[in-house]
């Protein structure tokens, strides 16, 4: 569907494990750094009991799930912004996402190396958004210079844009990332071209063992502390675990986790997480083919919902016909959310909801 969702850290924290368990797309692992260099994708299908209980409703041939793409980035060093460990390609690729899953090693293993030799969840996270911090101040002092080269020529318009430059070169100086960053409307043009990478909304997922899936320690709680003081969400993960039971039958892989005392897999909740990181929603449609769910962006209007279907769909665009997933789930079928009246027809003004079963009626 064109959404990534990057996955980052320094090296040998478990991202290429946790990539693995996530699409089964065999990347690479080994104990040294930068095993990762070229950036891999995988698509990964999110969970949803809604699309199950759909399919139990509406008993389609076919049931096809919504996606997300999840990018295995190489590690990050200190100084990677000045090129270290390949740090200017490794970054190149971070700015190509839509967010940021930051994953931090909280395990003690003496059998796998720690590039700064000794665990301090806290520091890592440091040097990695100190990177992107410097990469990105580097991206707007040349824009400033650039432009400042042209204020001479005494246009209004020109100053106030190396004003902007120099009010987000201080804020990226006090250690403040982007996305913290305000703008006003008329800057917003500014601020988009320049691409920068810690403006990627972030999770952190904390890499731990297995006692840490239930019981938090020093390390986790220090993650905690910096997701707290950003705003940001984080997820406890066992890698390793995880990619144990990647490949376990559904019902098999429930019964372990519920032996472990845990609700769900970590790797839903990375997956589910991402979605939220994403500002996504999903829709569904069925027809006598197939019940499918698809993404979209939260705040998007019918029309362009219809044309994540097909462009001809957007274009030809007449109305959307509406129901709830809740109300097909109260009253057990299709026919009678109709009869009840929780029914509704829509025209090119309607904000499109999560969990909205759409029928979209339009003009070939």
């Known amino acids: 569907m064109g959404f990534k969702c990057g996955i980052i850290g320094l090296p040998n924290v478990g991202k290429s494990t946790l990539f693995n368990a996530l699409t089964a797309a065999g990347a690479r692992v080994a104990n040294f750094p930068f095993t990762t260099i070229e950036p891999q994708v995988g698509i990964v299908t999110i969970p949803d009991k809604r699309l199950d209980d759909l399919a139990n409703i509406f008993k389609p041939p076919k049931v096809i799930p919504t996606t ?3 990018v295995d980035i190489a590690g990050l060093v200190k100084n990677a912004s000045r090129g270290e460990g390949l740090g200017n390609q490794f970054l190149s690729h971070i700015r190509e996402v839509d967010a940021i899953a930051h994953v931090v090693r909280c395990f003690k293993n003496d059998d796998i190396s720690h590039i700064e030799n000794g665990l301090n969840p806290k520091r890592d996270i440091e040097i990695v958004e100190t990177e992107l911090l410097l990469k990105d101040l580097d991206t707007v002092e040349k824009k400033f210079h650039e432009t400042e080269k042209k204020v001479k020529s005494g246009e209004q318009k020109i100053k106030a844009e190396a004003d902007f430059y120099v009010r987000l070169k201080n804020h990226l100086g006090e250690g403040k990332p982007a996305r913290a960053f305000l703008i006003h409307d008329d800057e917003k043009e500014y601020f988009d071209s320049l691409h920068l990478l810690s403006i990627k909304p972030v999770m952190y997922v904390a890499n ?44 098999e892989r429930e019964d372990f986790l519920k032996d472990l005392g845990l609700s769900e897999s970590g790797l839903d909740k990375v997956i589910h997480e991402g979605y939220i990181l994403l500002n996504l929603i999903t829709f569904f449609t069925h027809n006598e083919k197939e019940l499918r769910a698809w993404t979209l962006s939260h705040g998007m209007k019918a029309p362009k919902a219809a044309g994540k279907v097909h462009s001809d769909f957007e274009r030809g665009f007449i109305r959307a016909e509406v129901i709830k997933y809740s109300d097909l789930v109260k009253y057990g079928s299709e026919h009678m959310v109709r ?9 090119h003004d309607y904000i499109v909801e999560d969990g909205d079963v759409i029928y979209f009626r339009f003009n070939v």
């Not at 006692?211 to 910096?226: H, K, Q, S």
């Open 339 to 347: 009869e009840k009246g929780h029914f509704a027809v829509h025209g």
């Open 208 to 251: 731990v063992d297995e006692d840490g899936l239930t019981d938090d320690n020093e390390y986790i709680n220090a993650v905690r502390d910096v997701a707290k003081g950003e705003g940001a969400k984080i997820v406890l993960v066992n890698a390793d675990m995880e990619a144990e039971i990647a490949d376990m039958p559904y019902q």
């Open 68 to 70: 997300i793409e999840f």
